[in-house]
Protein backbone atom coordinates (compact mmCIF):
# COMPACT_ATOMS: atom_id res chain seq x y z
CA UNK A 1 0.00 0.00 0.00
CA UNK A 2 1.18 3.47 -0.93
CA UNK A 3 0.65 5.64 1.34
CA UNK A 4 1.73 9.64 1.80
CA UNK A 5 3.07 9.96 5.36
CA UNK A 6 2.46 13.81 5.60
CA UNK A 7 -0.65 13.96 4.10
CA UNK A 8 -1.49 11.15 6.20
CA UNK A 9 -0.37 13.32 9.16
CA UNK A 10 -2.14 15.77 7.89
CA UNK A 11 -5.62 14.37 7.77
CA UNK A 12 -5.20 13.22 11.43
CA UNK A 13 -4.27 16.46 12.45
CA UNK A 14 -7.30 18.20 11.25
CA UNK A 15 -9.21 15.38 13.24
CA UNK A 16 -7.29 15.26 16.76
CA UNK A 17 -4.86 18.57 16.41
CA UNK A 18 -1.40 18.07 15.03
CA UNK A 19 0.20 17.31 18.51
CA UNK A 20 -1.85 13.97 18.86
CA UNK A 21 -0.54 12.38 15.67
CA UNK A 22 2.87 10.92 15.63
CA UNK A 23 4.02 9.43 12.27
CA UNK A 24 8.36 9.82 13.71
CA UNK A 25 9.91 6.19 13.46
CA UNK A 26 11.33 6.05 16.91
CA UNK A 27 7.09 6.66 18.60
CA UNK A 28 5.91 4.04 15.77
CA UNK A 29 8.07 1.30 17.09
CA UNK A 30 7.61 2.08 20.22
CA UNK A 31 3.68 1.37 20.43
CA UNK A 32 4.39 -1.64 18.31
CA UNK A 33 6.80 -3.41 20.53
CA UNK A 34 4.87 -5.77 22.85
CA UNK A 35 5.52 -8.63 25.34
CA UNK A 36 6.11 -11.24 22.00
CA UNK A 37 9.79 -12.54 22.66
CA UNK A 38 10.87 -11.89 19.36
CA UNK A 39 11.71 -8.49 18.12
CA UNK A 40 9.95 -6.45 15.47
CA UNK A 41 9.71 -6.69 12.12
CA UNK A 42 8.92 -3.92 9.35
CA UNK A 43 5.15 -4.80 8.69
CA UNK A 44 4.38 -4.72 12.38
CA UNK A 45 5.93 -0.52 12.41
CA UNK A 46 2.86 1.87 12.16
CA UNK A 47 2.78 4.56 9.56
CA UNK A 48 1.47 6.31 12.47
CA UNK A 49 0.46 6.91 16.01
CA UNK A 50 -3.18 8.79 16.70
CA UNK A 51 -4.39 9.83 19.93
CA UNK A 52 -7.97 10.51 20.16
CA UNK A 53 -9.57 12.33 23.12
CA UNK A 54 -13.17 11.00 22.39
CA UNK A 55 -15.71 8.67 20.56
CA UNK A 56 -16.29 12.06 17.85
CA UNK A 57 -12.48 11.50 17.15
CA UNK A 58 -12.43 8.08 16.92
CA UNK A 59 -15.33 8.11 14.39
CA UNK A 60 -13.94 10.69 11.89
CA UNK A 61 -10.96 8.11 12.40
CA UNK A 62 -12.88 4.90 11.13
CA UNK A 63 -13.91 6.87 8.49
CA UNK A 64 -11.08 8.29 7.01
CA UNK A 65 -9.55 4.64 7.50
CA UNK A 66 -12.08 3.17 5.76
CA UNK A 67 -11.81 5.72 3.10
CA UNK A 68 -8.37 5.56 2.33
CA UNK A 69 -8.31 1.26 3.26
CA UNK A 70 -5.65 1.89 5.95
CA UNK A 71 -5.83 -0.79 8.67
CA UNK A 72 -6.10 0.69 12.39
CA UNK A 73 -4.59 -0.52 15.35
CA UNK A 74 -6.24 -0.43 18.85
CA UNK A 75 -3.66 0.27 21.55
CA UNK A 76 -4.24 0.04 25.00
CA UNK A 77 -1.31 -0.44 27.30
CA UNK A 78 0.22 -3.19 25.34
CA UNK A 79 0.46 -5.82 27.67
CA UNK A 80 -1.05 -8.75 26.02
CA UNK A 81 0.91 -11.66 26.48
CA UNK A 82 -0.33 -13.55 23.32
CA UNK A 83 0.25 -10.86 20.59
CA UNK A 84 -2.79 -9.09 20.48
CA UNK A 85 -0.96 -5.59 21.34
CA UNK A 86 1.00 -5.85 18.46
CA UNK A 87 0.12 -4.89 15.03
CA UNK A 88 0.06 -7.13 12.56
CA UNK A 89 -0.11 -4.91 9.27
CA UNK A 90 1.19 -1.55 8.36
CA UNK A 91 -1.25 0.88 9.46
CA UNK A 92 -2.68 3.59 11.91
CA UNK A 93 -2.14 2.82 15.65
CA UNK A 94 -5.14 4.38 17.66
CA UNK A 95 -3.91 4.89 21.12
CA UNK A 96 -6.63 5.30 23.51
CA UNK A 97 -4.34 7.00 26.35
CA UNK A 98 -6.02 10.21 26.18
CA UNK A 99 -9.61 8.62 27.22
CA UNK A 100 -9.46 8.44 30.79
CA UNK A 101 -12.82 9.97 32.36
CA UNK A 102 -14.32 7.79 35.43
CA UNK A 103 -17.26 8.77 36.81
CA UNK A 104 -18.46 7.04 39.39
CA UNK A 105 -22.59 7.09 39.99
CA UNK A 106 -23.16 5.28 43.48
CA UNK A 107 -26.80 6.30 43.22
CA UNK A 108 -27.25 4.86 39.98
CA UNK A 109 -25.08 1.75 41.34
CA UNK A 110 -22.71 2.08 37.95
CA UNK A 111 -19.49 3.83 37.16
CA UNK A 112 -18.30 4.44 33.50
CA UNK A 113 -14.79 4.75 32.72
CA UNK A 114 -12.85 5.86 29.63
CA UNK A 115 -11.44 2.78 27.51
CA UNK A 116 -7.79 4.23 27.92
CA UNK A 117 -8.00 4.18 32.54
CA UNK A 118 -5.77 1.75 33.92
CA UNK A 119 -7.28 -0.49 35.86
CA UNK A 120 -4.50 0.37 39.17
CA UNK A 121 -5.95 4.07 39.17
CA UNK A 122 -9.93 2.42 38.47
CA UNK A 123 -9.20 0.41 41.73
CA UNK A 124 -8.00 2.87 43.63
CA UNK A 125 -11.03 5.59 42.85
CA UNK A 126 -13.55 3.01 43.13
CA UNK A 127 -12.54 2.24 46.40
CA UNK A 128 -13.66 5.89 47.99
CA UNK A 129 -17.22 4.45 46.94
CA UNK A 130 -16.35 1.41 48.54
CA UNK A 131 -16.40 -0.72 45.59
CA UNK A 132 -14.44 -3.37 44.33
CA UNK A 133 -13.05 -3.46 40.56
CA UNK A 134 -13.77 -7.24 39.74
CA UNK A 135 -10.38 -7.76 38.03
CA UNK A 136 -7.23 -8.94 38.90
CA UNK A 137 -4.59 -8.86 36.43
CA UNK A 138 -0.73 -9.01 37.42
CA UNK A 139 -0.52 -6.28 35.06
CA UNK A 140 -3.16 -4.12 36.80
CA UNK A 141 -0.70 -1.07 37.00
CA UNK A 142 -0.80 -0.34 33.14
CA UNK A 143 -3.35 -2.84 31.81
CA UNK A 144 -6.52 -0.21 30.39
CA UNK A 145 -10.48 -1.12 31.44
CA UNK A 146 -10.75 -1.33 27.59
CA UNK A 147 -8.36 -3.72 26.64
CA UNK A 148 -9.60 -6.17 30.31
CA UNK A 149 -12.84 -6.17 28.70
CA UNK A 150 -12.29 -6.41 25.04
CA UNK A 151 -10.72 -9.67 26.32
CA UNK A 152 -12.96 -10.52 28.88
CA UNK A 153 -10.02 -11.79 31.05
CA UNK A 154 -10.66 -13.65 34.42
CA UNK A 155 -6.70 -13.21 35.50
CA UNK A 156 -6.30 -14.17 39.14
CA UNK A 157 -9.90 -14.99 39.79
CA UNK A 158 -11.49 -17.49 39.87
CA UNK A 159 -14.03 -17.65 37.34
CA UNK A 160 -16.62 -19.75 39.31
CA UNK A 161 -15.90 -17.59 42.36
CA UNK A 162 -16.65 -14.17 40.73
CA UNK A 163 -17.57 -14.91 37.22
CA UNK A 164 -15.69 -12.80 34.49
CA UNK A 165 -15.75 -9.14 34.27
CA UNK A 166 -18.08 -8.90 30.95
CA UNK A 167 -20.60 -10.39 33.69
CA UNK A 168 -20.06 -6.78 35.18
CA UNK A 169 -20.78 -4.64 32.20
CA UNK A 170 -23.71 -3.15 31.51
CA UNK A 171 -23.07 -1.43 28.94
CA UNK A 172 -20.34 0.91 26.01
CA UNK A 173 -20.46 3.08 23.55
CA UNK A 174 -18.84 1.78 21.17
CA UNK A 175 -17.75 3.38 17.48
CA UNK A 176 -17.98 0.54 14.93
CA UNK A 177 -15.17 0.01 12.31
CA UNK A 178 -17.05 1.92 9.54
CA UNK A 179 -17.27 5.25 12.15
CA UNK A 180 -21.00 4.76 13.64
CA UNK A 181 -20.79 5.66 17.59
CA UNK A 182 -23.51 3.66 18.99
CA UNK A 183 -24.83 3.30 22.46
CA UNK A 184 -25.34 -0.52 23.92
CA UNK A 185 -26.72 -2.01 27.26
CA UNK A 186 -28.86 -0.21 30.06
CA UNK A 187 -28.04 2.36 32.61
CA UNK A 188 -30.03 0.07 35.05
CA UNK A 189 -28.25 -2.17 37.54
CA UNK A 190 -30.53 -4.82 35.78
CA UNK A 191 -29.02 -5.93 32.57
CA UNK A 192 -30.44 -7.08 29.27
CA UNK A 193 -32.12 -10.62 28.96
CA UNK A 194 -31.83 -11.89 25.51
CA UNK A 195 -30.11 -10.06 22.54
CA UNK A 196 -28.03 -7.49 23.49
CA UNK A 197 -25.29 -5.77 21.63
CA UNK A 198 -23.33 -5.46 24.45
CA UNK A 199 -22.64 -8.86 24.95
CA UNK A 200 -21.28 -9.12 20.91
CA UNK A 201 -18.19 -6.47 22.09
CA UNK A 202 -17.36 -8.19 25.64
CA UNK A 203 -14.37 -10.36 24.88
CA UNK A 204 -14.47 -9.29 20.97
CA UNK A 205 -10.69 -7.98 20.79
CA UNK A 206 -11.33 -4.83 19.00
CA UNK A 207 -12.05 -6.70 16.10
CA UNK A 208 -15.65 -5.66 15.86
CA UNK A 209 -15.38 -2.00 17.80
CA UNK A 210 -13.48 0.68 19.13
CA UNK A 211 -14.74 0.80 23.02
CA UNK A 212 -14.99 4.49 23.95
CA UNK A 213 -17.07 4.10 27.09
CA UNK A 214 -17.48 1.02 29.11
CA UNK A 215 -20.25 0.95 32.22
CA UNK A 216 -20.00 -1.50 34.79
CA UNK A 217 -22.18 -2.28 37.66
CA UNK A 218 -20.69 -1.41 41.27
CA UNK A 219 -19.80 -4.43 43.16
CA UNK A 220 -19.19 -3.10 46.88
CA UNK A 221 -16.10 -3.93 48.54
CA UNK A 222 -16.23 -7.21 50.05
CA UNK A 223 -14.76 -8.75 53.63
CA UNK A 224 -11.36 -10.98 52.57
CA UNK A 225 -9.52 -13.96 54.23
CA UNK A 226 -6.18 -15.86 53.35
CA UNK A 227 -5.33 -19.02 53.36
CA UNK A 228 -1.78 -20.45 52.93
CA UNK A 229 -1.32 -24.46 52.26
CA UNK A 230 2.31 -26.10 51.70
CA UNK A 231 2.67 -29.48 50.09
CA UNK A 232 4.95 -32.10 49.52
CA UNK A 233 4.50 -31.88 45.98
CA UNK A 234 2.42 -30.00 42.99
CA UNK A 235 -0.22 -33.37 42.59
CA UNK A 236 -1.40 -32.64 45.86
CA UNK A 237 -2.24 -29.22 44.93
CA UNK A 238 -4.11 -30.60 41.74
CA UNK A 239 -6.19 -33.30 43.63
CA UNK A 240 -7.28 -30.79 45.66
CA UNK A 241 -8.89 -28.70 43.45
CA UNK A 242 -10.70 -31.37 41.58
CA UNK A 243 -12.03 -32.84 44.84
CA UNK A 244 -12.92 -29.22 45.59
CA UNK A 245 -15.34 -29.12 42.55
CA UNK A 246 -16.26 -32.49 43.04
CA UNK A 247 -17.36 -31.97 46.69
CA UNK A 248 -19.70 -28.68 45.27
CA UNK A 249 -17.13 -26.69 47.72
CA UNK A 250 -17.50 -22.89 47.36
CA UNK A 251 -14.32 -21.80 45.22
CA UNK A 252 -12.20 -19.05 46.65
CA UNK A 253 -11.71 -15.95 44.81
CA UNK A 254 -7.93 -16.58 44.21
CA UNK A 255 -6.55 -19.69 44.09
CA UNK A 256 -2.91 -19.46 42.95
CA UNK A 257 0.22 -22.15 43.46
CA UNK A 258 3.29 -22.16 43.24
CA UNK A 259 5.00 -25.69 41.70
CA UNK A 260 8.31 -26.93 43.68
CA UNK A 261 10.59 -24.51 41.47
CA UNK A 262 8.46 -21.89 41.49
CA UNK A 263 7.89 -22.09 45.43
CA UNK A 264 11.37 -21.93 45.95
CA UNK A 265 12.22 -18.74 43.56
CA UNK A 266 9.32 -16.99 44.65
CA UNK A 267 9.76 -17.62 48.34
CA UNK A 268 13.82 -16.50 48.24
CA UNK A 269 12.60 -13.55 46.48
CA UNK A 270 10.83 -11.93 49.00
CA UNK A 271 12.50 -13.16 51.95
CA UNK A 272 10.60 -15.90 52.86
CA UNK A 273 12.01 -19.28 54.16
CA UNK A 274 12.15 -21.69 51.70
CA UNK A 275 9.27 -24.41 51.24
CA UNK A 276 9.93 -27.98 51.26
CA UNK A 277 7.43 -28.35 48.08
CA UNK A 278 4.58 -26.81 46.40
CA UNK A 279 2.87 -23.75 47.58
CA UNK A 280 -0.77 -23.27 47.19
CA UNK A 281 -2.48 -19.62 48.33
CA UNK A 282 -5.70 -18.67 48.55
CA UNK A 283 -7.98 -15.71 48.92
CA UNK A 284 -11.89 -16.05 50.47
CA UNK A 285 -14.09 -13.30 50.06
CA UNK A 286 -17.60 -12.57 51.60
CA UNK A 287 -20.26 -9.85 51.64
CA UNK A 288 -19.67 -9.84 55.61
CA UNK A 289 -16.57 -10.46 58.10
CA UNK A 290 -18.50 -13.20 59.80
CA UNK A 291 -19.14 -14.80 56.23
CA UNK A 292 -15.53 -14.24 54.99
CA UNK A 293 -14.19 -15.87 58.38
CA UNK A 294 -16.32 -18.59 57.98
CA UNK A 295 -15.46 -19.10 54.84
CA UNK A 296 -12.38 -19.58 55.13
CA UNK A 297 -12.29 -21.66 58.01
CA UNK A 298 -14.64 -23.68 55.96
CA UNK A 299 -12.25 -24.08 53.25
CA UNK A 300 -9.39 -24.16 56.07
CA UNK A 301 -10.99 -27.50 56.64
CA UNK A 302 -11.40 -29.26 53.62
CA UNK A 303 -7.93 -28.20 52.55
CA UNK A 304 -7.03 -30.69 55.78
CA UNK A 305 -8.02 -33.18 53.19
CA UNK A 306 -6.25 -32.83 51.19
CA UNK A 307 -2.68 -34.12 52.48
CA UNK A 308 -0.66 -30.82 52.91
CA UNK A 309 2.36 -29.97 55.34
CA UNK A 310 0.33 -27.45 56.81
CA UNK A 311 -2.71 -24.80 56.17
CA UNK A 312 -3.50 -21.96 57.94
CA UNK A 313 -5.34 -18.73 57.54
CA UNK A 314 -2.88 -16.03 57.51
CA UNK A 315 -4.81 -13.07 59.59
CA UNK A 316 -0.92 -10.92 59.34
CA UNK A 317 -2.00 -8.76 56.08
CA UNK A 318 2.18 -7.79 55.79
CA UNK A 319 2.66 -11.57 56.06
CA UNK A 320 -0.05 -12.47 53.17
CA UNK A 321 1.41 -9.36 50.95
CA UNK A 322 5.19 -11.42 51.16
CA UNK A 323 3.08 -14.79 50.56
CA UNK A 324 1.22 -13.32 47.46
CA UNK A 325 4.28 -11.26 45.86
CA UNK A 326 6.21 -14.32 46.05
CA UNK A 327 3.76 -15.48 43.51
CA UNK A 328 4.54 -12.73 41.06
CA UNK A 329 8.38 -12.47 42.22
CA UNK A 330 8.37 -16.25 41.09
CA UNK A 331 7.84 -15.02 37.38
CA UNK A 332 9.59 -12.43 37.79
CA UNK A 333 13.09 -13.57 38.97
CA UNK A 334 12.64 -16.61 36.31
CA UNK A 335 12.63 -14.22 33.44
CA UNK A 336 15.31 -11.89 35.07
CA UNK A 337 17.14 -15.69 34.93
CA UNK A 338 16.62 -16.65 31.53
CA UNK A 339 13.20 -16.82 29.15
CA UNK A 340 10.13 -18.16 29.32
CA UNK A 341 7.61 -19.51 26.35
CA UNK A 342 4.28 -19.79 28.52
CA UNK A 343 0.80 -21.51 27.55
CA UNK A 344 -2.81 -21.35 28.71
CA UNK A 345 -4.14 -24.38 29.69
CA UNK A 346 -7.69 -24.60 31.00
CA UNK A 347 -8.81 -28.26 31.03
CA UNK A 348 -12.35 -29.83 32.17
CA UNK A 349 -11.41 -29.93 35.84
CA UNK A 350 -11.95 -33.55 36.41
CA UNK A 351 -8.58 -34.23 33.70
CA UNK A 352 -6.78 -31.09 35.76
CA UNK A 353 -3.70 -33.86 36.73
CA UNK A 354 -3.87 -35.75 33.78
CA UNK A 355 -3.14 -32.98 31.79
CA UNK A 356 -0.69 -31.32 33.82
CA UNK A 357 1.42 -34.66 33.96
CA UNK A 358 0.92 -34.02 29.64
CA UNK A 359 1.86 -30.55 29.88
CA UNK A 360 4.84 -31.13 31.59
CA UNK A 361 6.22 -34.07 29.26
CA UNK A 362 5.17 -31.23 26.23
CA UNK A 363 7.66 -28.91 28.37
CA UNK A 364 10.55 -31.38 28.99
CA UNK A 365 10.43 -32.81 25.58
CA UNK A 366 10.24 -29.77 22.78
CA UNK A 367 12.04 -30.30 19.84
CA UNK A 368 12.62 -26.82 19.26
CA UNK A 369 15.14 -26.25 22.19
CA UNK A 370 16.16 -29.22 24.37
CA UNK A 371 16.27 -29.72 27.85
CA UNK A 372 14.26 -26.44 28.92
CA UNK A 373 13.48 -26.45 32.71
CA UNK A 374 9.70 -27.04 33.78
CA UNK A 375 7.97 -24.89 35.56
CA UNK A 376 4.14 -24.15 36.58
CA UNK A 377 2.74 -21.89 38.95
CA UNK A 378 -0.48 -19.59 38.81
CA UNK A 379 -4.49 -19.52 38.80
CA UNK A 380 -4.58 -23.21 39.45
CA UNK A 381 -7.42 -22.76 40.81
CA UNK A 382 -9.56 -21.61 37.66
CA UNK A 383 -8.59 -24.26 36.37
CA UNK A 384 -5.42 -22.52 34.50
CA UNK A 385 -2.54 -24.71 33.83
CA UNK A 386 0.32 -22.15 33.03
CA UNK A 387 2.86 -24.65 31.56
CA UNK A 388 6.81 -22.62 31.25
CA UNK A 389 9.43 -23.55 29.31
CA UNK A 390 12.49 -21.79 31.41
CA UNK A 391 15.80 -21.28 28.91
CA UNK A 392 18.01 -19.73 31.36
CA UNK A 393 19.63 -17.75 28.71
CA UNK A 394 18.48 -14.62 27.18
CA UNK A 395 21.10 -15.22 24.16
CA UNK A 396 18.58 -16.98 21.56
CA UNK A 397 17.84 -16.16 18.08
CA UNK A 398 14.38 -14.70 16.79
CA UNK A 399 14.33 -17.73 15.16
CA UNK A 400 14.69 -19.88 17.74
CA UNK A 401 12.57 -17.73 20.11
CA UNK A 402 9.09 -18.13 16.92
CA UNK A 403 10.23 -21.59 16.88
CA UNK A 404 9.71 -22.27 20.65
CA UNK A 405 7.13 -20.12 21.13
CA UNK A 406 4.43 -21.76 17.96
CA UNK A 407 5.80 -25.24 19.01
CA UNK A 408 4.59 -24.56 22.31
CA UNK A 409 1.23 -22.95 21.28
CA UNK A 410 0.69 -25.84 18.48
CA UNK A 411 0.94 -28.50 21.31
CA UNK A 412 -0.85 -26.90 24.28
CA UNK A 413 -3.57 -25.89 21.98
CA UNK A 414 -4.11 -30.14 21.48
CA UNK A 415 -4.05 -30.04 25.04
CA UNK A 416 -6.77 -27.87 25.27
CA UNK A 417 -8.75 -29.78 22.90
CA UNK A 418 -8.20 -33.13 24.43
CA UNK A 419 -9.12 -31.96 27.77
CA UNK A 420 -12.31 -29.53 26.59
CA UNK A 421 -10.60 -26.39 27.15
CA UNK A 422 -10.25 -23.39 25.27
CA UNK A 423 -8.11 -20.78 27.27
CA UNK A 424 -9.69 -18.41 29.77
CA UNK A 425 -7.00 -15.63 30.28
CA UNK A 426 -4.92 -14.62 27.65
CA UNK A 427 -7.37 -13.80 24.11
CA UNK A 428 -8.04 -16.26 21.81
CA UNK A 429 -7.74 -14.99 18.22
CA UNK A 430 -4.60 -13.25 17.63
CA UNK A 431 -2.88 -16.76 18.02
CA UNK A 432 -5.16 -19.00 18.71
CA UNK A 433 -6.87 -18.83 14.83
CA UNK A 434 -5.55 -22.02 14.37
CA UNK A 435 -6.82 -23.53 17.63
CA UNK A 436 -10.73 -22.14 16.87
CA UNK A 437 -10.16 -24.09 13.65
CA UNK A 438 -9.15 -27.10 15.41
CA UNK A 439 -11.49 -26.92 17.99
CA UNK A 440 -14.54 -25.89 16.66
CA UNK A 441 -15.11 -26.93 13.12
CA UNK A 442 -14.07 -24.31 10.28
CA UNK A 443 -17.99 -23.26 10.62
CA UNK A 444 -17.69 -21.76 13.59
CA UNK A 445 -14.39 -19.71 12.13
CA UNK A 446 -16.57 -18.71 9.47
CA UNK A 447 -19.27 -17.41 11.05
CA UNK A 448 -16.48 -15.12 13.08
CA UNK A 449 -15.44 -14.42 10.17
CA UNK A 450 -18.59 -13.46 8.81
CA UNK A 451 -19.31 -11.10 11.86
CA UNK A 452 -16.25 -9.33 11.56
CA UNK A 453 -17.09 -8.76 7.93
CA UNK A 454 -20.63 -7.75 8.51
CA UNK A 455 -19.53 -4.89 11.16
CA UNK A 456 -16.17 -3.96 9.28
CA UNK A 457 -16.52 -4.64 5.51
CA UNK A 458 -13.01 -3.62 4.71
CA UNK A 459 -11.26 -5.52 7.61
CA UNK A 460 -9.94 -2.38 9.15
CA UNK A 461 -9.71 -3.09 13.09
CA UNK A 462 -7.02 -5.13 14.15
CA UNK A 463 -6.24 -6.97 10.98
CA UNK A 464 -4.37 -9.99 11.15
CA UNK A 465 -5.71 -10.73 14.50
CA UNK A 466 -8.60 -12.88 12.81
CA UNK A 467 -6.20 -14.24 10.02
CA UNK A 468 -4.10 -16.03 12.10
CA UNK A 469 -0.45 -14.88 12.28
CA UNK A 470 2.94 -15.36 14.00
CA UNK B 1 34.41 9.01 25.26
CA UNK B 2 36.98 6.83 22.62
CA UNK B 3 35.25 4.56 19.97
CA UNK B 4 36.54 1.11 22.59
CA UNK B 5 34.37 3.05 25.45
CA UNK B 6 31.66 4.29 23.32
CA UNK B 7 31.37 0.21 21.95
CA UNK B 8 31.30 -0.71 25.21
CA UNK B 9 28.65 1.59 26.06
CA UNK B 10 26.47 0.17 23.29
CA UNK B 11 26.96 -2.97 24.06
CA UNK B 12 26.03 -2.80 27.29
CA UNK B 13 22.82 -1.18 26.82
CA UNK B 14 21.78 -3.56 24.28
CA UNK B 15 22.22 -6.02 26.70
CA UNK B 16 20.69 -4.50 29.65
CA UNK B 17 17.67 -3.23 27.54
CA UNK B 18 17.46 -6.58 26.06
CA UNK B 19 16.47 -7.80 29.67
CA UNK B 20 13.10 -5.32 29.17
CA UNK B 21 10.27 -7.14 28.87
CA UNK B 22 8.39 -4.36 27.43
CA UNK B 23 5.68 -4.88 30.41
CA UNK B 24 5.56 -0.91 30.51
CA UNK B 25 4.94 -1.10 34.24
CA UNK B 26 7.22 1.30 34.41
CA UNK B 27 5.44 4.20 32.40
CA UNK B 28 2.76 5.47 35.36
CA UNK B 29 5.24 6.41 37.14
CA UNK B 30 7.02 9.02 35.34
CA UNK B 31 6.61 12.53 35.60
CA UNK B 32 7.20 13.20 31.33
CA UNK B 33 5.35 10.43 30.37
CA UNK B 34 2.26 12.62 32.93
CA UNK B 35 3.17 15.94 31.62
CA UNK B 36 3.15 14.70 28.05
CA UNK B 37 -0.56 13.39 27.77
CA UNK B 38 0.41 9.66 28.12
CA UNK B 39 3.16 9.76 25.18
CA UNK B 40 4.83 6.42 25.40
CA UNK B 41 8.18 7.83 23.36
CA UNK B 42 7.92 10.13 26.66
CA UNK B 43 8.16 7.21 29.47
CA UNK B 44 10.98 4.83 30.57
CA UNK B 45 10.18 2.15 28.39
CA UNK B 46 9.79 4.07 25.49
CA UNK B 47 13.16 5.28 26.00
CA UNK B 48 14.76 1.97 26.60
CA UNK B 49 13.45 0.71 23.23
CA UNK B 50 14.38 4.08 21.15
CA UNK B 51 18.28 3.66 22.49
CA UNK B 52 18.06 -0.04 21.19
CA UNK B 53 16.74 0.75 18.05
CA UNK B 54 19.09 3.27 17.90
CA UNK B 55 21.83 1.61 18.29
CA UNK B 56 20.64 -1.89 16.40
CA UNK B 57 20.36 0.52 13.40
CA UNK B 58 16.64 0.26 12.93
CA UNK B 59 15.69 4.00 13.87
CA UNK B 60 18.17 6.82 12.52
CA UNK B 61 19.12 9.66 14.92
CA UNK B 62 16.69 12.24 14.04
CA UNK B 63 14.80 15.11 16.02
CA UNK B 64 12.02 13.09 17.98
CA UNK B 65 14.29 10.58 19.31
CA UNK B 66 16.42 13.38 20.88
CA UNK B 67 13.26 15.17 22.45
CA UNK B 68 12.59 11.49 23.69
CA UNK B 69 15.42 10.36 25.65
CA UNK B 70 16.18 13.88 26.62
CA UNK B 71 12.64 14.01 28.56
CA UNK B 72 14.14 11.84 30.98
CA UNK B 73 14.45 14.19 34.57
CA UNK B 74 16.36 11.36 35.92
CA UNK B 75 13.79 11.32 39.30
CA UNK B 76 14.61 7.54 39.61
CA UNK B 77 11.40 6.26 40.03
CA UNK B 78 11.05 3.87 37.42
CA UNK B 79 14.41 2.34 38.97
CA UNK B 80 12.21 1.68 42.06
CA UNK B 81 9.29 0.16 40.01
CA UNK B 82 11.37 -1.93 37.76
CA UNK B 83 13.51 -3.70 40.54
CA UNK B 84 10.41 -4.05 42.44
CA UNK B 85 8.20 -5.70 40.08
CA UNK B 86 10.18 -5.57 36.63
CA UNK B 87 13.25 -6.80 35.61
CA UNK B 88 15.69 -5.22 37.86
CA UNK B 89 16.93 -2.53 35.40
CA UNK B 90 18.69 0.73 36.48
CA UNK B 91 16.67 2.31 33.76
CA UNK B 92 17.53 5.45 34.47
CA UNK B 93 21.12 5.23 34.35
CA UNK B 94 20.81 3.45 31.09
CA UNK B 95 19.03 6.36 29.54
CA UNK B 96 21.60 8.78 31.36
CA UNK B 97 23.89 6.53 29.81
CA UNK B 98 22.54 6.60 26.10
CA UNK B 99 21.99 10.23 26.28
CA UNK B 100 25.71 10.32 26.46
CA UNK B 101 26.35 8.59 23.79
CA UNK B 102 23.71 10.45 21.59
CA UNK B 103 25.41 13.95 22.86
CA UNK B 104 28.89 12.67 21.83
CA UNK B 105 27.30 11.94 18.79
CA UNK B 106 28.82 8.33 18.66
CA UNK B 107 25.82 6.53 17.79
CA UNK B 108 26.88 4.09 15.29
CA UNK B 109 24.99 4.82 11.91
CA UNK B 110 24.20 8.49 12.97
CA UNK B 111 24.49 11.37 10.69
CA UNK B 112 26.59 13.27 13.51
CA UNK B 113 28.64 10.07 13.87
CA UNK B 114 32.69 11.76 14.86
CA UNK B 115 34.25 8.03 13.81
Known amino acids: ?470 | MDIKESQAVRNTLLQEIGKCRACRFCIDVCPAYQATEWVENMSPYGRLQILKYLINGTLDEDDPLIYSIYSCLQCGRCDRLCKAKGQNLDVSHLIRLGKYLLSQGLVKGSKNEKV
Open chain 1, 1 to 470: MDVNISKLAKDLGKIVGKEYVHTDKPTSVVYAKDTMPWDLEEKNIPYAVVRPSNSEEVSKILKYANEKLIPVHIHGSGTSLVGLARPKTKGIVLDTARMKEIKVYPERGYFEAGPGVHLAQLRKELAKHNAMLPVFPGSELVATIGGTIAVNTSAHAVDAALGKPGDFVLGFEVVLPTGEVIQTGTESTRRAAGIDPTKFFIGSEGLLGVLTLVRMRLVPLPYFEHVVAYYNKTEDILDTVMEMYKQGIHPPLFYEFLDERAAKIGFEAVGLKEPIGAVAMMRVHSWSKVGSEDKAQKFFEFLKTGNPIKARIVKDIEEWNSIWSSRAEAGNYMYRLGMTFGSEISPRVDKLKDAFQEAKSIVLNLESYKNPEFISFGHIGAPTIHAYAFIPTKDITNEVKKALTLEMREKTEDLNIKYGGCGGEWGLTAQRVSFLKKKYEKEVYEVLVKMKKALDPNDILNRGNLQGWI
